[in-house]
C-alpha cells in the first residue's frame, strides 16, 4: 500500500454533521478529509427542524440563505395541531383536539424575532444534506468522499491512521491525520474503542414512512407544518400517528409528500412493512380511496443516551455518535451542528499553533453537559405525550370505552365542558415540545474555554419557554440589532469565523486589541459601539443587553458564545484582553 494521505483533519460520516463539520473546517482554513461509507446522501426526509442557533450558525458560514430558500415558508410551519382524523365522516372524524403554536409561528413570533436575527427553517435531510454536500464539495474539492468507508485505524501520540476502502473501486487506501471527528452516528468508531453509551434504550420503537400523495382535499390548515391524530376507533397501538409535510416545492395543503410517524412499545411483534403500511395509515386517517405511494420506511429505536467520554485521544465524537434522544424540541440535529461549531474552531486555533492541544479538552467540558441535557429534557417530554391519552380517558384496546370518551369530550353538557378543560390544561403542558426556545438558543457553558467571573446566572425557565439574554461568560451572544450607516445589523454579524470579536464603548480597547494581535498573533476583531462609531446603539438595546458599564468589554469567542467580559475599563486594558485570551485559550 502506498504513503498515507497526509490531511489535519479526517471526518468519519457525511449526514449534516458530517457536512457541516467539513463546511466549516473549510471556512477556517483547515484541510479536512470527509469520508461516508453510503454512496449518496439520505433517501428519507428524517430531521427537519432548524431552530434559531443553527440559523445563527450556517449564517456566518454562508449557508443560511440557501437553506431558507428551499425552506418551508414561515405562514406553512405556525403550529403543531391535533385531530381525531384527517378524513371521514362520522360524527367524531376530523374533530380538533388541540393546537400548539411551534418553532416561533403564532403568538411566539415576536419573543423569537426580538432574540434572534435568524429565524426557525424547515428543510428536511433529504433536501438538506445534498444542499450542504454540495457546499462542501465546493469548499474542499475533492475531499468530500461518498461510498468511502472507515475499515480500520489506529492512533497514536501524533496521529491516527487509518485505513479507507473506495467502494466504487475496492481499492484501500490510507489517511493519515492529526484528528478525527467521528460523526458516524456511533455505527463505528465510538464501538471500535469501546465507548460506552449511557442512559435508557429501547424505550420505544418508530416506524416513519415516506409517501407521496394528494391530501390537499382533506388538509384545512396550510399554517399547521405537523399533525397528530388519536383516533376513537383505533385499534391497539394504531390508535395515534403523526403527519409530516415535506414538501419539496409546495409547503401548503398541495405538498407533494409527507412523513407518516408512528410510535409502536418495544415488545410489538407486528413488523411494519410495505405489505401493511398503507393500509394501516388509511384505517387511522380516514382515508380509505387516496392513492398512496410509498417511497421509504425508515426505522429507529427510541433512546436517550450519551458517550461517556466524547473525546479519546486525538478521536472525537459528535452528533448522533455522542448523544441519541427522543426528536422532542427537534433537537438532535440541532445539537449536532452545535457539536461541530464548537470543535472546528477549536481545532483550528490548535492546528495553526494558537493554541495548545488542552483547549480541544475543552469541547468535551462544553458539550457534554449540553448532550446530557438535551437527552433529560427529550426524555422527559416523551414521557409527558401519553398524557393526552390520559385526559381525554383512553385506554390501549378499549375501543368502546375510548369511543364514549370522546363523545364525552365534545358533549355539549357541563361534563363535556369538564372534560375539555382538562385536556386543555394537558395541552398546554405539552409545549414542553415545540416552544423550548431557551433550550434552543440559551445553552450555556459554565466551565471550559472562558473565565468565569462570580456573577449569579440567569434565571432559566424549567419549561424552557423564556429564554434570558446573558453576557455571562458561557452564554450565548445577546442578539441586539445596531445602527450601521443607513443599514441594520444584528451583533451576531459582527463575529466572523475563526475570530474573537471585542464588544466595547471605548477606543482605549481597539489600541488593546491591535496590541493583542501583534503580540499573540491572532487577529481580534472589534466592535466598537458607541454614538460616534461606526456601530450606534439608538434603540438602546445593546446598552440594556450587554450587563457591563461604561468602559467595559465583552469577549466573544469564534462560534459567538462569550469567553470573558470586563465590568469596566481596567488600568491596563491590553494587558487585561491578552491575559484574559491567554487564559481562554489554555496557554495559562
Same mark, same amino acid.
Given at each position: 500500500?502506498?504513503?498515507?494521505?497526509?490531511?489535519?483533519?479526517l471526518i468519519v460520516?457525511?449526514?449534516?454533521?458530517?457536512?457541516a463539520?467539513?463546511?466549516?473546517?473549510?471556512d477556517?482554513?483547515v484541510r479536512s478529509?470527509?469520508i461516508?461509507?453510503?454512496?449518496?446522501t439520505?433517501d428519507?426526509?428524517?430531521a427537519?427542524?432548524?431552530?434559531?442557533?443553527s440559523?445563527?450558525?450556517?449564517?456566518?458560514?454562508?449557508?443560511?440563505?440557501e437553506?431558507?430558500?428551499?425552506?418551508?415558508?414561515p405562514a406553512?410551519?405556525e403550529?403543531?395541531?391535533?385531530?381525531?382524523?384527517?378524513?371521514?365522516?362520522?360524527?367524531?372524524?376530523r374533530k380538533?383536539?388541540?393546537?400548539?403554536d411551534?418553532y416561533?409561528?403564532g403568538?411566539?413570533?415576536?419573543?423569537y424575532d426580538?432574540?434572534?436575527?435568524?429565524?426557525t427553517?424547515?428543510?428536511?435531510?433529504?433536501a438538506?444534506?445534498?444542499?450542504?454536500?454540495?457546499?462542501?464539495?465546493?469548499?474542499?474539492p475533492?475531499?468530500?468522499r461518498?461510498?468511502?468507508?472507515?475499515v480500520?485505524?489506529?492512533?497514536d501520540?501524533?496521529a491516527v491512521i487509518a485505513?479507507?476502502?473506495?467502494?466504487?473501486?475496492g481499492?484501500?487506501?490510507r489517511?493519515?491525520a492529526?484528528?478525527l471527528?467521528?460523526?458516524?452516528?456511533g455505527?463505528?468508531?465510538?464501538r471500535s474503542?469501546?465507548?460506552?453509551?449511557?442512559?435508557?434504550?429501547g424505550l420505544?420503537k418508530?416506524?416513519?414512512?415516506?409517501?407521496?400523495?394528494?391530501?390537499?382535499?382533506?388538509?384545512d390548515?396550510?399554517?399547521?407544518?405537523?399533525w397528530y391524530f388519536?383516533?376513537?376507533?383505533?385499534?391497539?397501538?394504531w390508535?395515534?400517528?403523526?403527519?409530516l409535510?415535506?414538501?419539496?416545492?409546495?409547503?401548503?395543503?398541495?405538498?407533494e409528500s409527507w412523513v407518516?410517524?408512528?410510535?409502536l412499545s418495544?415488545d410489538?411483534?407486528?413488523?411494519?412493512?410495505?405489505?401493511?403500511?398503507?393500509a394501516?395509515?388509511?384505517?387511522?386517517?380516514?382515508?380509505?380511496?387516496v392513492?398512496i405511494?410509498v417511497?421509504?420506511?425508515g426505522?429507529?429505536?427510541?433512546?436517550?443516551?450519551?458517550?461517556?467520554r466524547?473525546?479519546v485521544?486525538?478521536?472525537f465524537?459528535?452528533?448522533? !455518535?455522542?448523544?441519541? +434522544? #427522543?426528536?422532542?424540541s427537534?433537537? *438532535?440535529?440541532?445539537?449536532?451542528?452545535?457539536? $461541530?461549531?464548537?470543535? @472546528?474552531?477549536?481545532?483550528a486555533?490548535?492546528l495553526a499553533n494558537?493554541?495548545?492541544d488542552?483547549?480541544?479538552?475543552?469541547?468535551?467540558m462544553?458539550?457534554?453537559p449540553?448532550?446530557a441535557?438535551v437527552?433529560e429534557?427529550?426524555?422527559n417530554?416523551?414521557?409527558?405525550?401519553?398524557?393526552?391519552?390520559?385526559?381525554i380517558?383512553?385506554?390501549?384496546?378499549?375501543?368502546?370505552?375510548n369511543r364514549?370518551a370522546?363523545?364525552?369530550?365534545y358533549?355539549d353538557t357541563?361534563?363535556g365542558?369538564t372534560?375539555?378543560?382538562?385536556?386543555?390544561e394537558?395541552?398546554?403542558i405539552?409545549?414542553?415540545?415545540?416552544?423550548a426556545?431557551?433550550m434552543?438558543?440559551g445553552?450555556?457553558?459554565?466551565?471550559?474555554?472562558l473565565?468565569?467571573?462570580?456573577?449569579a446566572?440567569?434565571?432559566?425557565?424549567?419549561? !424552557?419557554g423564556i429564554y +434570558? #439574554?446573558?453576557?455571562r461568560?458561557? *452564554?450565548?451572544?445577546?442578539?441586539?440589532?445596531? $445602527?450601521a450607516?443607513? @443599514?441594520?445589523?444584528?451583533?451576531?454579524?459582527?463575529v466572523r469565523?475563526?475570530?474573537?470579536?471585542?464588544?466595547?464603548?471605548?477606543?482605549?480597547w481597539?489600541?488593546?486589541a491591535a496590541?493583542?494581535?501583534?503580540?499573540?498573533?491572532m487577529?481580534?476583531?472589534?466592535?466598537?459601539?458607541?454614538?460616534?462609531s461606526?456601530?450606534?446603539d439608538?434603540?438602546?438595546?445593546?446598552?440594556r443587553?450587554?450587563?457591563?458599564?461604561a468602559?467595559?468589554?465583552?469577549?466573544?469567542?469564534?462560534d459567538?458564545?462569550?469567553a470573558?467580559?470586563c465590568?469596566?475599563?481596567?488600568e491596563?486594558?491590553?494587558q487585561a484582553?491578552?491575559a484574559a485570551?491567554?487564559t481562554?485559550?489554555?496557554?495559562?
Amino acid at each position: 500500500m502506498s504513503a498515507p494521505i497526509e490531511v489535519p483533519v479526517l471526518i468519519v460520516g457525511g449526514g449534516g454533521c458530517g457536512l457541516a463539520a467539513s463546511i466549516f473546517l473549510s471556512d477556517l482554513g483547515v484541510r479536512s478529509l470527509m469520508i461516508e461509507r453510503n454512496p449518496t446522501t439520505t433517501d428519507h426526509p428524517r430531521a427537519h427542524i432548524l431552530n434559531q442557533r443553527s440559523m445563527e450558525i450556517f449564517r456566518q458560514h454562508q449557508c443560511a440563505d440557501e437553506i431558507y430558500r428551499q425552506s418551508t415558508p414561515p405562514a406553512n410551519m405556525e403550529r403543531i395541531t391535533f385531530r381525531t382524523s384527517l378524513g371521514g365522516d362520522g360524527p367524531l372524524d376530523r374533530k380538533r383536539i388541540g393546537d400548539l403554536d411551534a418553532y416561533g409561528g403564532g403568538a411566539l413570533r415576536a419573543r423569537y424575532d426580538a432574540d434572534s436575527a435568524c429565524f426557525t427553517a424547515n428543510l428536511p435531510l433529504l433536501a438538506l444534506e445534498p444542499l450542504l454536500r454540495g457546499i462542501a464539495e465546493i469548499r474542499a474539492p475533492g475531499q468530500v468522499r461518498f461510498h468511502h468507508e472507515l475499515v480500520a485505524f489506529q492512533q497514536d501520540e501524533k496521529a491516527v491512521i487509518a485505513t479507507i476502502r473506495d467502494h466504487a473501486s475496492g481499492a484501500d487506501y490510507r489517511v493519515r491525520a492529526r484528528y478525527l471527528i467521528a460523526a458516524d452516528g456511533g455505527k463505528t468508531v465510538g464501538r471500535s474503542l469501546g465507548l460506552g453509551m449511557q442512559g435508557p434504550r429501547g424505550l420505544r420503537k418508530m416506524v416513519n414512512t415516506f409517501f407521496s400523495a394528494n391530501l390537499s382535499r382533506w388538509i384545512d390548515d396550510d399554517g399547521a407544518l405537523l399533525w397528530y391524530f388519536i383516533n376513537p376507533d383505533g385499534r391497539g397501538q394504531w390508535a395515534g400517528g403523526g403527519l409530516l409535510k415535506t414538501g419539496p416545492t409546495r409547503w401548503d395543503r398541495h405538498s407533494e409528500s409527507w412523513v407518516f410517524m408512528r410510535e409502536l412499545s418495544a415488545d410489538d411483534p407486528e413488523v411494519i412493512d410495505e405489505s401493511n403500511v398503507v393500509a394501516r395509515m388509511r384505517e387511522l386517517l380516514r382515508l380509505p380511496d387516496v392513492p398512496i405511494t410509498v417511497h421509504k420506511i425508515g426505522r429507529w429505536d427510541v433512546e436517550g443516551v450519551i458517550a461517556e467520554r466524547f473525546r479519546v485521544g486525538r478521536i472525537f465524537v459528535a452528533g448522533d !455518535a455522542a448523544h441519541r +434522544h #427522543p426528536p422532542l424540541s427537534a433537537l *438532535g440535529l440541532n445539537t449536532a451542528f452545535g457539536d $461541530a461549531h464548537n470543535l @472546528a474552531w477549536k481545532l483550528a486555533y490548535v492546528l495553526a499553533n494558537q493554541a495548545p492541544d488542552a483547549l480541544l479538552d475543552t469541547y468535551e467540558m462544553e458539550r457534554k453537559p449540553v448532550g446530557a441535557r438535551v437527552a433529560e429534557w427529550a426524555l422527559n417530554g416523551f414521557r409527558l405525550r401519553g398524557l393526552i391519552d390520559q385526559a381525554i380517558g383512553l385506554a390501549p384496546g378499549k375501543i368502546d370505552a375510548n369511543r364514549q370518551a370522546f363523545e364525552q369530550l365534545y358533549a355539549d353538557t357541563e361534563g363535556g365542558a369538564t372534560a375539555r378543560a382538562i385536556l386543555g390544561e394537558v395541552m398546554r403542558i405539552q409545549r414542553i415540545g415545540p416552544q423550548a426556545h431557551d433550550m434552543e438558543i440559551g445553552y450555556r457553558y459554565e466551565k471550559g474555554a472562558l473565565i468565569a467571573d462570580d456573577t449569579a446566572p440567569p434565571m432559566r425557565d424549567p419549561m !424552557a419557554g423564556i429564554y +434570558h #439574554p446573558t453576557t455571562r461568560p458561557g *452564554g450565548r451572544l445577546p442578539h441586539a440589532w445596531l $445602527a450601521a450607516d443607513q @443599514a441594520s445589523v444584528g451583533t451576531h454579524a459582527l463575529v466572523r469565523p475563526g475570530r474573537f470579536t471585542l464588544f466595547c464603548d471605548h477606543a482605549a480597547w481597539q489600541v488593546a486589541a491591535a496590541h493583542a494581535t501583534q503580540t499573540l498573533g491572532m487577529p481580534i476583531d472589534i466592535a466598537l459601539i458607541n454614538d460616534s462609531s461606526t456601530y450606534r446603539d439608538p434603540s438602546g438595546d445593546w446598552m440594556r443587553l450587554r450587563q457591563v458599564g461604561a468602559g467595559g468589554a465583552v469577549l466573544v469567542r469564534p462560534d459567538a458564545h462569550v469567553a470573558w467580559r470586563c465590568m469596566a475599563m481596567p488600568e491596563h486594558p491590553a494587558q487585561a484582553l491578552q491575559a484574559a485570551l491567554r487564559t481562554v485559550l489554555g496557554f495559562d
